[in-house]
Every structure is written in C-alpha cells, then in structure tokens.
C-alpha cells in the first residue's frame, strides 16, 4: 500500500500553501451521560477498588490545576514585566531620537500611552494587543534611525535600541513558556476521567496562546515570500 501522505505525489500537494491562525474563542468542558456512566457508575457498581482509585485521582486534579494555573500566571506575569520594561526602552529611544531629529510626534504618543499600562495588561488579547502596539512602535523608531546613518555613530543611541532588540527576544522566550502551559492546560483538561471530570465541575475552559499580530505576519510573508 501506497504512503497515505506522500510529499512526492503532486496530486496530494497544495501549491498555494495555508495560513496558520489561531482561533479566539475559548471552549468549555462538558460530561457527557456516557462518560459519566463509564467512568463513574461502572467502576462503584464493579467494583469498589476501581471507583475508589477514580475519586483519588480526582481529588489530586483539582490541585494539579491549581498549581498549572499559578504556571500560567508566572509566565505572564514575566511577559508583563518584560514588556513594562520594553515601554521604558522605547521611551528613552524615543528621547534620544527626537533630541537628534525631528521624530515623528505619533511614536512619541503612542509611547507614553503605554508607559502608564504596561504592567496592567488584564488577559491574554489585551497583552496581545499591547505586544503588537510596542512591536510597531519598535519599527518605527528603527526606520528612523536607518533613515539617518550618522546617528549610528551615536553610542547611548545604539545601546538603547541594542537593549530593546535584547528585550524582544527575552519576550519571544517567555511566550514561548507561557504557550507551553496553555497548550499543557488546553490538553489536560480534556483528559478522562479525573482531569476532564474536575475541568467540567469548576467550569474551566481553553485558554488562547499568545499569538503574532496580522501586520507582523503579512511583513514576514512579503519579506521571506516576496509579498505573496
């Protein structure tokens, strides 16, 4: 028998490729009689040692998601913080631009409205959100800083904007870690029997990933793909 998923077979291949896109809505947890029949009556009505490891198991759900859930708050509270310091990166940059250039007034507004919100993100789309807003603020202080090669000469200018590329990457590391407890959470949630049975009982649902923004994607498409 042929390879069910064969690379060389062009009748299989998709020649214009797809889009990856995380969907924004979260998903509840739901028993249905079936489970509950199999994984609660059966083992009592069975046995009595069957039914009784199943509610030891459940019990010890409850905590692991405690646990997973202050993980999850860890690792987003290292993205906040990160991205507080990052606002004060770009302030500076800021700064030092306009002293030395006529910088656009917009990046000097967009600045300083986030100075005061940084470490006051509430929930992963508003992080999103300001991640994106401080990603493009970051371009265009560095399109103006290109636009102009004798500032480059200018060393406080260069260390700050060395500090804020250094910042994005401690960034991309800490949603990486974050992304891992969610999709850890994402699973186990719908695990059978404790683990979905405990996520039904306290009304848990997925939680979404930090994702990229459409601008940065479709910069990556037209950089990497010829805008294609």
Known sequence: MANELDETDASL????????????????VTVTGQEKFVYVIGPWFLFVIPGAVLWGKRLRAKPYFDA???K???????IDNYM??????LKNAAQLLD???????????KVAAYRG???????DAARNEMGAALEGISRQINVAFEAYPDL??????????????YLQREITA??????????EWNQAIFELPAKKFTAAKYGYTTRIPFTTSQEIKQEARGTFFGGK
């Not at 999850?72 to 290292?78: D, E, K, N, R, Y």
């Open 13 to 28: 291949v998709n020649p214009e490729g797809l889009d990856a896109h995380v969907i924004q809505k979260k998903v509840g």
């Open 68 to 70: 997973l859930q202050q």
């Open 72 to 78: 999850i708050q860890s690792a987003a509270s290292t």
């Open 84 to 89: 507080e310091n990052r606002v004060n990166i």
């Open 99 to 109: 002293k030395a250039i006529d910088l656009d007034k917009d990046v000097m507004t």
């Open 117 to 123: 919100g940084a470490n006051n993100a509430e929930g």
């Open 152 to 165: 480059k000469a200018h060393q406080e200018i260069a260390d700050v904007l060395q500090q804020n590329a």
């Open 174 to 183: 800490a949603r990486d870690l974050y992304n891992d407890a969610v999709n």
